[in-house]
Nanobody
């Protein structure tokens, strides 16, 4: 069982930056793929970024070059550095964990990110 708690969301102007954090419980954190998924109002959940336990990383095309995902297995944490934010990045951002990318079994409660124009 893995419990995930996100933090770091907020309101920022377009062009600004935010750093999201996800704290995970459980001794097997390092074995999981970790990801960030977002959901904008009226839209389906969208994959943003993921990182395997090997360190392999994947990004959605919409955030490549602007967002950076990282993990610290010693701290049971995963981060999402978001730069050059756009209004279309506005969404609830969820941290997720699973055996493979896109196979998410555990979810956090989400943190709101709002980008004003």
């Amino acid at each position: 069982q893995v419990q995930l708690v996100e933090s770091g969301g907020g309101l920022v102007q377009a062009g600004g930056s935010l750093r999201l954090s996800c704290a995970a419980s459980g001794r097997t954190f390092s074995t999981y793929a970790m990801g960030w998924i977002r959901q904008a109002p009226g839209k389906e959940r969208e994959f943003v970024a993921g990182i395997l336990r090997s360190g392999i990383i994947r990004y959605a095309d919409s955030v490549k070059g602007r967002f950076i995902i990282s993990r610290d297995n010693a701290k049971n944490a995963v981060y999402l550095q978001m730069n050059t934010l756009k209004p279309e990045d506005t969404a609830v951002y969820y941290c997720a964990a699973g055996p493979l990318l896109y196979q998410w079994e555990y979810w956090g409660q989400g943190t709101q990110v709002t980008v004003s124009s």
